[in-house]
């Protein structure tokens, strides 16, 4: 049995509509301001991206004998 994440089936949702929406605003951004906020929206989106890359690896690995034994 596989473990399970730190985020919820609700926060993964929030996380990837998240990410979905900074990646598609950054290049926007960068098209319509002059100045390098959009810059901003690249960094959270990568950092979004992060957390999600975590939760799925953590998803991925096996079960321990403790989380086992807490079910």
């Known amino acids: ?4 994440g730190f985020l919820s089936p609700r926060q993964r949702r929030v996380a990837w509509t998240a990410f979905l929406i900074t990646a598609f ?3 926007l951004a960068a ?3 002059d100045d ?4 901003f929206a690249v960094v959270v989106a ?4 992060t957390v ?3 939760d799925d690896a953590q998803r ?3 079960m321990t004998e403790a989380e086992a034994e807490a079910d």
């Open 1 to 4: 049995m596989r473990s399970a």
């Open 25 to 27: 605003q950054a290049p």
């Open 31 to 33: 098209k319509l301001a």
């Open 36 to 39: 390098a906020s959009w810059l």
């Open 46 to 49: 990568l950092l979004v991206a």
């Open 52 to 54: 999600i890359l975590a």
């Open 60 to 62: 991925r690995r096996p």
